[in-house]
């Protein structure tokens, strides 16, 4: 069984940090690239970050670049994929997912699965 679990989510004030979470099981993560998006009330889903399979490449939203970093751990059933959020903005309040793109593509243009996704609201 898939799945990909995210926590970390919360409520913060405007310049604290969260740090996100997911652990996915039930594929071989390990050669997926992993990332996050984010949908804000009103808008669209949006890329966040990305992570190639070994963790040696990632990609960031310009909104997110310099504040957010993403890394990963791959042992061997699970892996897990996190979001460290500083300096945090009202306008980073969103539904935050973690995803996996089995093409290896850091942009999860063609993400295969999804988390639930994980609440973070900002306020000011």
């Known amino acids: 069984q898939v799945q990909l679990v995210e926590s970390g989510g919360g409520l913060v004030q405007a310049g604290g940090s969260l740090r996100l979470s997911c652990a996915a099981s039930g594929r071989t993560f390990s050669n997926y690239a992993m990332g996050w998006f984010r949908r804000a009330p009103g808008k669209d889903r949006e890329f966040v970050a990305g992570?190639?399979?070994?963790?040696?490449?990632?990609?960031?939203a310009d909104s997110v670049k310099g504040r957010f970093t993403i890394s990963r751990v791959n042992p061997k059933n699970t892996v897990f994929v996190y979001l460290q959020m500083n300096s945090l903005k009202p306008e980073d309040t969103a539904v935050y997912y973690c995803a996996a793109d089995s093409s290896g593509d850091r942009y999860l243009s063609r993400a295969n699965y999804w988390g639930q996704g994980t609440q973070v609201t900002v306020s000011s």
């Open positions: 992570i190639n399979w070994d963790g040696a490449q990632t990609l960031y």
